[in-house]
C-alpha cells in the first residue's frame, strides 16, 4: 500500500519540542514517528512503527541465524524470582513496584534472567537438552533517575534480550561468541558504527562481559582507546602494577612533625623545604592519600572504606563502585561516595588530614593491623617495596620512608583513580585517548549466579544433578533508533539509512495541474509494484516548499518530484544524503530508483 500523506496519521511540527535538547530526540518528534507520553515515556506513530519494525526484523534474522529461539514473556511479574536472586532490592529505586488488588506484591520487569532461567529449569532437566539461546523483543521498565534525550534513555524502552544456557564454561563461551558475532552483525546492518569495549559486569555479577558503544558526543559513557586497538569503558579500564622493589636497602621509616599540612600540596612543599633528597624534588606522585569512602550496599548499610591511592591522582567514584563488590561481598546497587565529616568522627582512629596506612592509634606507622578495623584497599600502583610519604595517623605528623609490605600491608587492591588521557594502555597498544559513546548492546557471561539462587539444575553425563552456566545479552531497540536518527541526520531532518527508512522513496507531486497527480499517483503505484516502499505526498492544497520541508524532515533515502518537468517528460529524482539530483525520464524512473535502492 502507498502511504498516502493526505490520509496518512501523521502532523510534523515547525517548532522544536521544548524538552529536547538532542538532535534526534527534536526530529523524531517533529517528522512525526513517536509522541511523548510521560517523562521517559513514548508513543510510536505509523511512521516510527516501520522503522522499529525493520530494527526488529534485522535483529530476529541475525538471532535466527545463532539458532536463538523467541519467546516472550510478561512484562508484569511476581515479586518471588527477583527475591531469589536478591534483586528486588539490589535493583533500589530503578525498579517499578507495584501491588495487585490483594496486597500481593509485583514488578515492572527491567530485564528477564529469572524468568528465562525459571522456564528452562521447568522444561528442561538433562545435559542432551543443552546448549539452548532463548530471546525475546519486549518492553523493559526502569525508574531511571535521569530519563533523557527522549529514546535514547527512556523509562519504557524495547529491549531484545536473549539468555544462554550451557552446561560448561566452554559451552558459555561458545554461546557468547555466537551472540557477539550476531551483534557484530546486527549492528553492521543497521550501519551502526560500533565500538566493542571491555565492561565490568558490576550489578549482574558474572565474569567476561563487553559493551557495544555507539561513538557519539552525545553518549553518556565514556570509553578509552589506544591507537593500537585497545577499547574499554573507563569502569573497566585495569592499572598494570609495576613491578616489586626490592626494599632490604631501605632506610627505616621517619616519623616527622608536619604541624599545618592537611593536603598534599602543602605536604609536598613541607617534604621539600625540610626533608629535601638528592634524586630530586619530592611530587605529588610521591605521597600516598588515603581517601575515606562511604559505601551504601543495597541493605542500606553504609560501611565506611579507607582507599591509598598516589596523591597525584584523583579517586575515581564510578570506577571504585564498579569494583568494589568483590571487596564488600556483596552484590547489586552499591554507591561510593567520599565519607562525611561525621562519618570520619565515627572512628577515633581516622585523624582528618593525617590519614596513613595502618591505622592503629597507638602504633601509627608500623601497626598493619587496622585499630579501626576499616577495610583498607589501595590503588595497582601501591605494590611491595614502593616507598611513600603518607599521614601518621596522628595530628601534625607525616611520615617519610614508609615502605609497602615491610611498614603497611592492605586487605585489597582496587582500580580507584582516575584514568587519564596519556596513560598507558594495559595490553601495551599505546597512550590511551577518551571518547563518548552509548551503550547498544551489552553481552556477557553471567556464570552461575543466577542459575544456583534459583536452582537450574540438569543431569550431567554421570547422571549427577549440576548447575547450568548463563550468558545474558541485550540490545537496545528502541535506543537503536535513536541512535540512528542521532548519527544520520542534518539541519533539515533526518537521513536514514537505506536498511530502516520508513520507505524507500517519497514521491512528491508538486503544482495544481490534474495531469501531476495522475502521473505521480501512477508512478507510486508503479513503484510499489517494483517491491519498493512508497510515501506519497498527494496533499492537494499544500505548498512545494512545506512539501520538500516535510520530505527532508522525514528523511526518506530517495525523494521523486513530479513538478513542472512533467511536461517535457521528466521527473527530478533526489538523494536525500548527497542532495545530488537528477531530471530522469518518466519512463525510467522506477528503474532509477530501484537501482538506488537497492545499492
Ligand atoms: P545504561 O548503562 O545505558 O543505563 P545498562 O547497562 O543499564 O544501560 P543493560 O541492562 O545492559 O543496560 O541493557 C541492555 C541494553 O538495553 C543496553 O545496552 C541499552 O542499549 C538498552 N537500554 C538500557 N537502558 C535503557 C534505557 N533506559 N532506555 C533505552 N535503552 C536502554
Ligand atoms: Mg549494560
Redesign the pocket.
Known sequence: MVLRLSTLFLRTLREDPSDADVASHRLLVRAGYIRRAAP?IYSWLPLGLRVLNKVETIIREEMAAIGAQEVHFPALLPREPYEATNRWTEYGDNLFRLQDRKGGDYLLAP?HEEMFALLVKDLYNSYKDLPVSLFQIQN?Y?D?AR?RAG?????E?I?K?SYSFDIDDDGLEASYQAHRGAYLRIFERLGLEIVVVSAVSGAMGGSKSE??LHPTPVG??TYVRSAGGYAANVEAVTTVSPSEIDYSGAPAAQVVDTPDTPTIETLVAVANERFGRESGEWTAADTLKNVVLAVTLPTGERRIVVVGVPGDRAVDLKRIEANIAAHVEIGGELEVEAATDEDIKKHPGLVKGYIGPGLSVEEPVLGTESATGLLYLVDPRVVSGTSWITGANSAGKHVIGLVAGRDFTWDGVIEAVEVREGDEAPDGTGPLEAARG?????IFQLGRKYAEALGVKVLDKNGKLVTVTMGSY???V???VAALAESNHDDKGIVWPRSVAPADVHVVATGRGEEIFEAAAKLSEELEAAGLEVIYDDRPKVSPGVKFGDAELIGVPTILVVGRGLADGVVEIKDRATGNAENVPVAEAVEYVRRAAAQ
Open positions: 521517559g530485564t523493559k526502569r531511571e530519563p529514546l535514547l534513555r527512556g523509562r524502552f529491549m534480550d559493551e557495544f553518556e559513557d552509548i551503550e547498544m548492546g551489552h541485550g540490545v537496545g528502541t535506543r537503536a
